[in-house]
């Protein structure tokens, strides 16, 4: 069929695929032309995603649905600095008890994350209780990445170190809580867990009556 160029401003005669490569440019393509419909699934890879290139103001309501996106296709170097790429969270509800032994000891409240990229940090959010019923005894807990204690740099101990010391603070309840930004600088598996340390018996970690411990792990784009 011959290619007519129409009076109106149409073009008859062109088959599928009768255009160059390369002939369809940002400039030819209308605003708002290209929707969900017309991109294939797993059509949008990582390497067609700038860094830094996703934002909360790029994406209009309901753009970007699961199936025109490759899987792993945004990762954290694609997403804007501070943006939450993923959630992880560890619920707990028994009651652990610690005997003294000199050494830091888990609870069994503990979360795994693996960070999209390197840059990315993890915020880390931990909610429990401690009991005691030992005068004169000084104990507390901590977060670990892996083998590391990221507590204080002398004690070891994060904000819920508590110390009973004094002669007294027997049968003792006290809820704790602590929060902290990491930079594991990895995208390996990374295992966060709570750890506690007590100088005498009868440390108890989420010691309170029925109450639960939760432990959440956010990656935060870097």
Request: charged share 15%.
């Amino acid at each position: 069929m011959a290619i007519v160029i129409n009076g109106s401003g149409t073009v008859t005669g062109l088959s599928v695929g009768g255009l160059p490569d390369g002939i369809v440019d940002e400039g030819t393509l209308a605003n708002s032309s290209v929707v969900t419909a017309k991109l294939n699934d797993d059509a949008v890879t990582n390497a067609k995603i700038a860094n830094d290139a996703i934002t909360e103001h790029e994406l209009a309501g309901g753009a970007v649905v699961t199936a025109a996106i490759n899987d792993d296709a945004v990762t954290g170097a694609k997403v804007a600095a501070g943006a939450v790429i993923q959630v992880v969270q560890a619920v707990q509800t028994s009651t652990t008890t610690i005997s003294t032994t000199g050494s830091w000891q888990a609870v069994g409240l503990e979360a795994a994350i693996t960070p999209s990229a390197t840059s990315s940090k993890i915020l880390i959010t931990v909610t429990g209780s401690q009991y005691n019923d030992t005068n004169d005894q000084t104990a507390g807990a901590t977060i670990f990445r892996d083998s590391t204690n990221l507590g204080h740099a002398s004690t070891g101990f994060m904000p819920t170190y508590i110390n009973w010391g004094n002669g007294g603070g027997d049968d003792l309840q006290v809820a704790c809580g602590v929060t902290y930004l990491d930079s594991p600088s990895t995208t390996s598996a990374t295992t966060y867990s709570v750890k506690a340390y007590t100088d005498k018996n009868n440390y108890r970690w989420n010691g309170i009556r029925d109450a639960k411990a939760v432990i959440v792990l956010m990656e935060i784009a870097g």
